[in-house]
């Protein structure tokens, strides 16, 4: 019987996407093992290459100018899966990866983009919206999302808030946007909570360019936030998991666009028929740039793993490092950043001693 290997990895982040991951993957694994079939799967779990996991090739991705982390045009894309379902990842219109280091602020970062960009999926026809929550350089709690589909946020005073997170610690009251006639979905890869000691200011804060100060402050604006969300009878979302997402993108667009939160790997490996593949696969490969005891908590990476395992399927990791994991087939880079021909080695060597086969 022909042999089936399911090479199922995400994005290698800032280098390669999950696409070109497979691709690199599946020629290794060709290469190990010429008569086997080698089924490609790239996956993701709503953060990069979201978009390359699930849209079909060929299919329609559209650049629109939506505001920037700091307020400047940028160019998000958005993908279409159908005429009727869009698709886009948050950090192509608010993501760390449009700045510079020496630019990030998330005291003044604004997520405003992604409401800009489901307004105008929401225009174009789409009845689904899908967002990809990750990559973010803001802390706003989703206000500048909220922002973009005509939410105001108002101190003491009455008056309008500065965007950003910064400014939410004087937040007196909200007033509604306009009616979304579509429904979103966002995509966590994360369980962090809006609020508390591992809520997104803290956690996210720092790695966004918050000092100490700006980290308590930004707490203080998101629990600001929540409790006026509370007030407004959504007290559940300031401990929702993944509502600190992109931070806080996650709580705010389930109440600002009343979105579906759900967990990010799980969506997409339904969305692309992994299990249905895995019935069939007599190994399955999968990776990503750095793998450790994180990867298995709501990454994609690690949820192909544990399914894989529950299923008793043969499962390797291949990554550019590997930390803290014992029991796992997993081959790395040693730390290196690797290329399409590195990844492409270390799949064979993979297929090589997952079926007990000779050196080349």
Known sequence: MQQLILVAPAAFKGTMSPLQVAEALAEGARRALPDAAVLQLPISDGGDGLLDAVLPRGSLRERITVAGPLGESVSGELGWVDPETAIFESATACGIALLRPE??????????????????????????????????ATVDGGTGAARGLGWAFLDAHGEPLPEGGGSLAQLAELEGGWGLAARVIALADVTTPLVGPQGAAPVFGPQKGAGPEGVKLLSRGLE??????????????????????AGGLGAGLAYFAKAQLTRGAEWVLARVGFDAALAKAQLVITGEGSFDKTSLVGKAPGEVVRRAQAARTRVAVVAGKVEGLVGLHALDGEGRVLDAAGIAALAERAVREAFGLPGP
């Open 224 to 245: 600001r936030l929540a409790a006026l969300m509370a007030r407004h009878g959504r007290g559940d979302l300031a401990m929702l998991p993944g509502g600190g997402a």
């Open 103 to 136: 630019q990030l602020d998330p005291l003044r970062a604004t997520s405003r983009g992604v409401g800009e960009l489901i307004w105008e999926a929401v225009e174009r026809g789409a009845k689904t919206v899908v967002v990809g929550l990750g990559g973010s």
